[in-house]
């Protein structure tokens, strides 16, 4: 009603032409207010994203042909002008067991409360987190460019993602010119319980860092090289316990096809040392992979992982993949693994929805 | 009193010599905005390329470190950079927190159109404020444009005078090129579009076009063989004569349409800097609509 009366009350004064009267501005002023977008009413409450993961095998080793694997609830949202936080909480199946697991769950200082400035854009974070051991590790299940995490991923670090409770500070190191970026992620955190070694408990404190060099090649293509590194101090070791790796990954992302079509091909290698019962002293494991995106809804993408000297196994797996997107919210894909230590076939299918707020993705996730 | 004048010239001159306020945009329009404000006191960055879908940026951390400088950072808001939170959340400076002076949304007050009744994911990727390819018409520029210097003011008090002089030189200019942009418009037989995505509102409705129908089935949701049927259907009923779409769009399914019903595709940039023609926003406008009128 108001509203007509004063969209009336505009018409009858554009009957005598362009007015500079005040009156005419006033009610486009009022005309603004009535149409201005509204807060939405839950302003206050965090935004909740459901992830839901299902996954169909046939072939050897597979379990249950039909599993849901997962069901993730991320909330996340700020806490007071100083700090965000995220709660992950993931219920994992397997073979029809349930149990459900606080994924991550930390605050980020965004601003120190007593440094107008925090050096070098020092962010803060406390709490369970997924580490930043290489990149794949800090791919949610749900956000992989494959249906497992890599082999090596499970035979260095943890069978679904290495999350441990612990601080961290993170920061910009200053690089000259504009197309690089050079991070620092530092971490101190409990250790133990990584899948290399037998100590299930994570104890003992142990410190990891990873510095990530980020380079703009040209308009569309990004390359970006991190070098990280875990120290245990472990009394049943008699040398502290070491991983260190290596990632690389480049991107090719033409602006001008919208989100049509991209290339990424990264990979992953990683060194331990410094643990009793291995005959191996130094168990190395590596995989490469690659995406190629045919167009809005079609991504191929092969990967190959290898890991010798963990468990005094050698560890190979060869991967096939197709995935098709819906839209970003749902997402179909077929695969085909090799395990070529154990000689074992499987046939994958896997259903990935999303319910709610999608949170941005980190930049290595392609959708 | 020799001193106190010395004191205060030196002061003057260290304010002209002062360095540019690094202020990093989202979109390039946003960056062409804030230069015809903040002149030669502003240095901008802008993040997203000019011939990038705004939708679909992704947060590279070399953004980050450009954001980690600036003392200003302008978006469009109405959650159309979404990636835009997650490079401010990484960047660690304090200036361009929400609720700071150096965060400047371009959009603030602008009344949207298509603001949806309910918020679902069944009808595509809405956006819960609006739509909000606001730019895209003028009259509306000049309200960002204000939003833009109110922002430039917050930061950057001293050169209030400055900032609101440009503003009034911008305004004026928009006015001009506004009667010019409505005669060409008006000269425009043809005001029946069919678009590829929901972008063109707030310029047709300044413009006098008629938006029948797009070629996407929802909101970022890309044609079906239907939905395509359809639509060429609409066009030989109503008599529409073009499809409008952004350079960014896969242009098979209108190029399937088009050679079905005769039907002219134009495909023109939505944002500054994506073509030679186009390096400006005056000049983008006057593109559009020479290519609309070609």
Redesign the interface.
Known sequence: MVKAILLLGLVSLSAFGQSTDPLIDRVEQLEDKINSPQQRPNLFNPGITAFGNMLTCAGQNCGSIFQLREVELDVRGSIDPWADGVIIIAVEGHDGHFHVDVEEGYAVLKKLPILDDAPWGLTLKAGRYLQPFGRFNQIHLHDLPQINQPLVIKAFLDDHAFSRVGFSGEFFIPTPGENNSLRLNLNLINGGGLAFINVPNPKYPAGLGHLSWFWDLAAEHDLEVGLSAYVEHNPANPNPIQLYGTDINYKWRPYHLGDKKSFLLGGELFVANGFKGLNNRWPLGFFVWSQYQLNQWFYPSVRYSYAQGVKNELLQAAGVYLTYYTTEFLRLRAGYEYDIGKNQNQFLFELNFVLGSHPVEPYWVNR | MIYLKSFILLGLSLNLWAAPIKIVTTLPVLKNITEEIGGDKVSVQSLA?P???AH?V?????F???L?EAKMFIEVG?DLE??G??IV???????V???KPGRVFASA????LE?PAILS?EY??VH???NPHIWLDPVLVKKMAKNICNGLVAVDLPNKAFYEANLKIFESKIDKALVIWEKKAKSIAQKKLVTYHRSWSYFARRFGFDVLEQIEVKP???PTPKHRDEIMALIKDAGVKTILME????KTAPEYIAKRTGVKIVQVPIDVGAIPEAMDYFSLITYILDKLAA
Do not use: C, E
């Not at chain 2, 959340?89 to 200036?95: E, K, Q």
């Not at chain 2, 007050?109 to 949207?112: F, H, L, R, Y």
């Not at chain 2, 350079?247 to 896969?250: E, G, K, M, R, V």
């Open positions: 390329d011939g990038q879908d679909f992704q947060p590279k951390p070399t980050m470190k450009k980690r109405l979404l990636w939170q997650k959340d990484s960047a660690g400076n304090p200036n927190q929400r609720g007050g602008v009344s949207t603001t994911r595509g990727d819960p404020y609006g970022g949701i890309p350079l960014y769009y896969d």
